[in-house]
């Protein structure tokens, strides 16, 4: 079966770094996305990876490894507004999204 | 103002009842999804259109019926048969990059459903 796997929960502190791991067992890949969703509100685009290596966007950065079925998003000088669920999604050889659970990050001042 | 708007934001049903959540666009977009999230659990698709007048299961679509008359509208019906319906459902629209597969979601700001 397709799976992804992402921690449930992490809290870092304000200021500071935190890596939100993805990992993924798909049939086929066609791209990789994270997705912010703040409680109760709709997901938001943070970022896209079809191919290895690291995305920078400002703040936020993300990273693929195909050959391992690995990213990561990289999130720098936490804000408070950046307490939210970070939902990663696989597009499959169907061009279907798969979704994870979600990573609630808890930031603390 | 364009966008992608849900009503209601909150909605109740009753046993055996069938309830209509809307979804509305005006960004021109042809594909639309509908999802279902419930707490602990990825995003599942319930329906999905990327045409009028034609539409497509996705991996949950028992108890759900869907309709795409115009463009801009892709409502979804939760039918008495959706014996637990309790979530919160998201409506989206694809917009579709350079590249194929790089298809971004823009959600609406979401429907929560309860059973009373």
């Known amino acids: 079966g397709q799976n992804i796997d992402q921690p449930t929960e992490m809290t870092a502190t304000e200021g500071a770094i935190v890596q939100i791991n993805c990992t993924y067992q798909?049939?086929?890949?066609?791209?990789l996305f994270w997705y912010q969703q703040h409680a109760g509100e709709a997901p938001t685009f943070l970022s896209y990876?079809?191919l290895d290596g690291l995305e920078e966007k400002g703040r936020f950065s993300s990273f693929l490894s195909r050959s391992k079925g690995y990213s990561y998003l990289l999130l720098k000088e936490l804000q408070m507004k950046d307490s939210a669920s970070y939902l990663c999604?696989?597009?499959?050889?169907?061009?279907?999204?798969?979704w994870g659970a979600g990573t609630k990050l808890i930031i603390k001042p | 103002d364009g966008g992608i708007t849900q009503s209601p934001k909150y909605l109740f049903r009753k046993e055996g009842q069938n309830v209509t959540l809307s979804c509305e666009q005006n960004?021109?977009?042809?594909?639309m999804y509908w999802y279902r999230q419930d707490p602990g659990q990825g995003l599942r698709l319930i329906y999905y259109s990327q045409i009028v007048n034609d539409f497509q299961k996705g991996d949950i679509a028992e108890g759900y019926s869907v309709s795409r008359e115009k463009k801009e509208s892709f409502p979804l019906t939760v039918t008495s048969a959706q014996k637990n319906p309790t979530a919160f459902y998201l409506c989206?629209?694809?917009?579709?990059?350079?590249?194929?597969?790089?298809?971004?979601?823009?959600f609406g700001s979401g429907t929560q459903l309860s059973v009373l």
């Open positions: 960004l021109n977009h042809d594909a």
């Open positions: 990876n079809v």
């Open positions: 989206a629209i694809g917009d579709t990059g350079r590249e194929y597969g790089s298809e971004k979601l823009f």
């Open positions: 798909t049939s086929g890949f066609n791209g």
């Open positions: 999604a696989v597009r499959d050889s169907n061009y279907q999204l798969i």
